[in-house]
């Protein structure tokens, strides 16, 4: 079945700086490429997503890139301000199942510094 | 608005006993999925709906049961809480179609004793 792993479990940056969290994933098959964003004692909340016919997307600070030769995928947010600390899920669907399950990776705890 | 509820939002229990919890959505959405969530692991995939009557294992299942008589709800019960079954658990649903995004509900924290 399908396995997604992300890195880094944890990242900290100044504000202003920009951050990237990297997902590989293992089903070739996979075509859909969600990224979700939790906020303490809250459940995660969909910010950007991407299918495997589209190799980026952006969506005002935060952008998404997708190589499906090398199997990865990647979030990017550019001017990080101190509302964007939270934990970041990656996850992979559509694979050769093709059922609607969703498969996370570990996430990432972003702190962003005043 | 359309909405994905959970209840209890904390729960407290003794290892033994028997512990639903309950997740309704008003989207009118097929699919519906538990998670549990715990450190270093991510959300993991407990049991899941793709309609009524229908439930399927998710690959932390053990100790744990679904069903789903009706399109809104899809209750999580815990046969005999264990303490490793302490956790925080999020239910979600989904249109039943691609590009298959889930909406989270807000979480039941369980503490089991």
């Known amino acids: 079945g399908e396995n997604v792993e992300q890195h880094p479990s944890t990242l900290s940056v100044q504000e202003g700086d920009s951050a990237v969290i990297k997902c590989t994933y293992s089903?070739?098959?996979?075509?859909?490429f969600p990224w979700y964003k939790q906020e303490l004692g809250k459940g995660p909340q969909l910010i950007i997503d991407?299918?495997?016919?589209?190799g980026e997307k952006k969506d005002q600070r935060i952008a998404v890139t997708l190589n499906k030769t090398a199997k990865h995928f990647s979030l990017h947010i550019t001017e990080t301000q101190p509302e964007d600390s939270a934990v970041y899920f990656c996850?992979?669907?559509?694979?050769?199942?093709?059922?609607?399950?969703?498969?996370f990776g570990q996430g990432t705890t972003l702190q962003v510094k005043p | 608005d359309a909405e994905i509820t959970q209840s209890p939002r904390h729960k407290i229990t003794e290892t033994g006993r028997q512990v639903t919890l309950a997740c309704h959505q008003t989207?009118?959405?097929?699919?519906m999925f538990w998670y549990r969530q715990d450190l270093g692991h991510g959300l993991r995939l407990i049991h899941y709906?793709?309609?009524?009557?229908?439930?399927n294992k998710g690959e932390v299942s053990d100790g744990y049961s679904v069903s789903r008589s009706n399109t809104e709800d899809l209750p999580l019960t815990l046969e005999s809480a264990a303490s490793s079954q302490t956790s925080v658990y999020f239910c979600?649903?989904?249109?039943?179609?691609?590009?298959?995004?889930?909406?989270f509900g807000p979480g039941t924290r369980l503490t089991v004793t």
């Open positions: 979600a649903s989904s249109p039943g179609q691609q590009p298959y995004e889930q909406y």
């Open positions: 089903d070739s098959a996979s075509n859909y």
């Open positions: 991407i299918r495997s016919n589209v």
């Open positions: 996850a992979a669907s559509g694979g050769s199942s093709n059922t609607g399950k969703l498969i």
């Open positions: 989207w009118n959405h097929n699919n």
């Open positions: 709906s793709y309609g009524v009557h229908d439930t």
